[in-house]
C-alpha cells in the first residue's frame, strides 16, 4: 500500500495484568500507519503481586521475541508503584522515555492500558509538557452518569488514583475510554479460534493466555474476554471510529467516584467502532502468519 505519515505512538501497559493487553500490544506494532516509539511496562497493584511492573516487562519482552523484534522495539520500565501524592512522582525510564518524545516534533499519542503513573510522573517531572502536542488516551475511570460495571473503583484508576488526579487536572489532550465502553469488546474463545488460530505460534500464545487466564482468576465456566485495552489502538488508527463527548474534566474521590475538577475539557469515549477493531486485528495477525511472498518479477 502506499507510503503515508505514521502516527507516533507511546503505549504503556500493565502486560501481565490480565489477558487482553497482549491483543492491544501486538495491534499495534502490526499496524503500518503507528510509529510505536517505545513499550512501557507498567505496575498493576499489589493484588496479585509483589513485582507486578517487572511481570509486565517479562510479558512484553515475550511478545516481542513472539514476533521477532525484540531488537526493533524501544522497552522501558515503569513505575513500580504509584505516586505517593499529587506533587510527588515516581521517576523511571518510562516516564522519561513520555518526556523525551513529547519533546520532538510533531503529535505524540500516549497510550495508556493501566494506572496513569508514569503520564502524572512526566508531568511532574517535566510541566511544559502540557503544552506540548501530546494526546493521552486513557483505558480507565467508571462511567459517567451513575453507569457502573462492576463494584468498587474501576481496576486501572484504582492503581492510582492521585495519578490520574494529576493528568486530568493538568489540561492536557486527555481522551478517556471508561470502563461501561471498554468492557464491550468482547469476544470468545470459538471466534479467536476460526479467526486466528493455528495461524502462527503468536495467535496460538494469545488464545492460550486468555484461557488460562480465565481458568484461573474465574471460578464460573466461561469462554470469552473482554478485550478492553483495545480501543486505544483502535482509536489511533481511526479516530473517527469513535464517539466522543467533551466534559469537564473531574476529579477522582478516595473511592474511585467522580468529584468536581478543574473544568478544562476533556474528552469521554461514548462507542468505539468495535466491527473495524476486531476485523483489523485478526486481519494482521493472520497475515503475520503467512509466510511473505516473493517479489514478483517484471
Known amino acids: 500500500m502506499p507510503a ?19 491483543f492491544a500490544i501486538v495491534h499495534a506494532l502490526l499496524s503500518p500507519s503507528l510509529d510505536v516509539r517505545g513499550l512501557i511496562a507498567a505496575h498493576f497493584g499489589r493484588h496479585r503481586s509483589e513485582r507486578s511492573m517487572q511481570e509486565s516487562r517479562e510479558e512484553i519482552d515475550l511478545l516481542l521475541r513472539l514476533m521477532d523484534l525484540e531488537d526493533e522495539v524501544t522497552v522501558a520500565d515503569g513505575a513500580a508503584e504509584p505516586i505517593p501524592d499529587e506533587a510527588t512522582p515516581r521517576d523511571s525510564p518510562g516516564a ?30 517535566d510541566p511544559e509538557i502540557v503544552h506540548r502536542d501530546v494526546v493521552v488516551i486513557w483505558i480507565g475511570g467508571p462511567g459517567y452518569g451513575g453507569v457502573e460495571t462492576y463494584p468498587g473503583p474501576e481496576f486501572n ?71 478492553g485495552d483495545s480501543p486505544a489502538v483502535s482509536l489511533m488508527l481511526y479516530p473517527r ?13 478516595r473511592e474511585g467516584h467522580y ?40
Open 4 to 22: 503515508h505519515p505514521r502516527r507516533r505512538v507511546i503505549i504503556d501497559t500493565d502486560a501481565k495484568n490480565e489477558a487482553d493487553d497482549q
Open 96 to 125: 522519561r522515555l513520555i518526556i523525551e518524545e513529547s519533546r520532538r516534533e510533531g503529535p505524540l499519542f500516549a497510550a495508556f492500558l493501566g494506572p496513569l503513573t508514569d503520564m502524572a510522573s512526566a508531568i511532574l517531572l
Open 157 to 227: 484508576l484504582g492503581n492510582d488514583i492521585a495519578g490520574a488526579n494529576v493528568v486530568f487536572g493538568s489540561g492536557m489532550t486527555v481522551w478517556q475510554v471508561p470502563s461501561n465502553v471498554y468492557s464491550q469488546v468482547s469476544v470468545g474463545y470459538a471466534e479467536l479460534e476460526e479467526k486466528i488460530g493455528g495461524s502462527s505460534g503468536l495467535a496460538d500464545y494469545l488464545i492460550r493466555q486468555m484461557a488460562e487466564w480465565n481458568a484461573e482468576h474465574h471460578p464460573e465456566p466461561i469462554e470469552s474476554r473482554s478485550l
Open 241 to 253: 471510529g469513535g464517539q466522543f463527548r467533551t466534559v469537564p474534566a473531574p476529579r477522582f474521590g
Open 259 to 298: 468529584l468536581p475538577g478543574t473544568g478544562n475539557p476533556i474528552r469521554v469515549v461514548e462507542t468505539v467502532d468495535v466491527r473495524f477493531l476486531l476485523e483489523d486485528m485478526f486481519a494482521k495477525i493472520r497475515r503475520f502468519g503467512r509466510p511473505a511472498e516473493p517479489p514478483t518479477r517484471r
